[in-house]
């Protein structure tokens, strides 16, 4: 994953599979990691529609 975001920064499908990320760590407690996925897909991609989840997301963990 870290790759793809390195060499592969505006690939389409990026934001979806770090929402993905963000959710499976979220989901195992890793709030930390979780968040940080969730804080780079609205800071990074904030046209995607996955930025809003990512808010969201943020929002509702607060």
Same mark, same amino acid.
């Given at each position: 994953?870290?790759?793809?975001? +390195?060499? /592969?920064?505006?690939?389409?499908?990026?934001?979806?599979?770090?929402?993905?990320?963000? +959710?499976?760590?979220?989901?195992?407690?890793?709030?930390?990691?979780?968040?940080?996925?969730? /804080?780079?897909?609205?800071?990074?991609?904030?046209?995607?529609?996955?930025?809003?989840?990512?808010?969201?997301?943020?929002?509702?963990? +607060?």
């Amino acid at each position: 994953m870290a790759s793809l975001f +390195r060499n /592969q920064p505006n690939h389409p499908k990026l934001p979806a599979a770090l929402l993905k990320l963000a +959710r499976a760590y979220l989901k195992k407690g890793l709030l930390d990691k979780g968040k940080k996925f969730l /804080q780079i897909i609205s800071e990074e991609y904030p046209e995607a529609h996955e930025s809003k989840i990512a808010k969201d997301l943020l929002d509702s963990s +607060r």
